[in-house]
């Protein structure tokens, strides 16, 4: 099944559509087909997260989602059902639309140092796993895809499974310059949606302490899916987790009119809060990034 970025992507595509079937002639150019990079096809069933059965020690079985986030329970798309050659969304134009889209499995990401010798990053060990518990803007894991909540399985061919902290940041001090190889496991049950600011420059929600509480109705938001009770993540790919609302209020009004914000669900951020401590941010305002 395809889809779109937007809503918005998809009224314009209908629009496109109708006019061309009025004028009954060839289209001026060709259709593109957008396809998520989580679709495998129209009848094959869309795994939220692909043989993941936990997450920190969090459990992941469909009886604990259909508990505690019933929207993720895995829909089986049925044949026939999806358009086909869908017209290029004009969101496709955005340079951070192809960042934000999480393949829900398994990457290769490949970074450098910075002229300091730093990558940018810090990780952090929960249950035998590494994960990144912080990212610095514009730094070369931020430029490279690296994100909050995102577990580490290798660096440079080295499994990191069962080491601590400390052992997987001298990994990185002693790498090259260039050429750092990292194997990434994403973090599960994000999801990105594609928003378009108002006149007024809103995109329609409202938030506190990161957390989504309210839509206003009729907005790009409340038309997209944007839900409450999530935890915005990223604003057109820059990491907001930890920042106060008024610093995030100020990256969307700095966003361009469009506007991707990368979303998760209270109940999986608040397990990856606690697993990372709650001291989490005031300590990395102390120690910097490796």
């Known amino acids: 099944m395809s889809l779109y970025p937007s809503l918005e992507d998809m009224k314009v595509d209908n629009m496109i559509r109708a006019q061309m079937a009025q004028q009954?002639?060839?289209?001026?150019?060709?259709?593109?087909?957008?396809?998520?990079?989580?679709?495998?096809?129209?009848?094959?069933?869309?795994?939220?997260?692909?043989?993941?059965?936990?997450?920190?020690?969090?459990?992941?079985?469909?009886?604990?989602?259909?508990?505690?986030?019933?929207?993720?329970?895995?829909?089986?798309?049925?044949?026939?059902?999806?358009?086909?050659?869908?017209?290029?969304?004009?969101?496709?134009?955005?340079?951070?639309?192809?960042?934000?889209?999480?393949?829900?499995?398994i990457r290769q990401v490949i970074l450098c140092k910075d002229r300091d010798g730093k990558c940018g990053l810090r990780l952090h060990s929960v249950n035998n796993g590494v994960f990144v518990c912080y990212v610095a803007a514009g730094s070369p894991a931020a430029l490279a895809g690296l994100r909050f909540g995102d577990q580490i399985l290798e660096i440079n061919n080295v499994s990191l499974a069962g080491m601590t902290m400390e052992q997987c940041h001298a990994i990185l001090k002693k790498s090259g310059p260039n050429g750092i190889t990292m194997a990434v496991r994403d973090r599960p049950f994000e999801r990105t949606i594609t928003l378009h600011k108002d006149s007024l420059g809103h995109v329609g929600f409202q938030f506190k302490d990161g957390n989504i509480v309210g839509l206003v109705k009729d907005s790009s938001a409340a038309r997209n899916g944007?839900?409450?009770?999530?935890?915005?993540?990223?604003?057109?790919?820059?990491?907001?987790?930890?920042?106060?609302?008024?610093?995030?209020?100020?990256?969307?009004?700095?966003?361009?009119?469009?506007?991707?914000?990368?979303?998760?669900?209270?109940?999986?951020?608040?397990?990856?809060?606690?697993?990372?401590?709650?001291?989490?941010?005031?300590?990395?305002?102390?120690?910097?990034?490796?």
């Open 226 to 290: 944007l839900l409450t009770d999530h935890q915005i993540l990223e604003i057109n790919t820059i990491n907001v987790v930890g920042m106060k609302d008024k610093e995030i209020s100020k990256v969307i009004e700095n966003s361009p009119s469009v506007v991707n914000v990368t979303v998760i669900p209270q109940y999986i951020y608040k397990h990856m809060i606690s697993k990372m401590s709650s001291s989490l941010f005031k300590e990395l305002d102390r120690t910097p990034a490796v």
């Open 24 to 105: 009954q002639t060839p289209p001026p150019f060709q259709p593109v087909s957008y396809q998520h990079p989580n679709d495998t096809g129209p009848s094959a069933p869309r795994q939220v997260y692909p043989a993941l059965g936990d997450y920190m020690g969090l459990e992941l079985s469909q009886d604990v989602i259909a508990l505690n986030m019933p929207e993720y329970q895995v829909q089986i798309a049925q044949p026939g059902t999806g358009a086909c050659n869908i017209v290029a969304p004009l969101s496709s134009q955005s340079a951070s639309l192809s960042k934000a889209i999480v393949s829900g499995a």
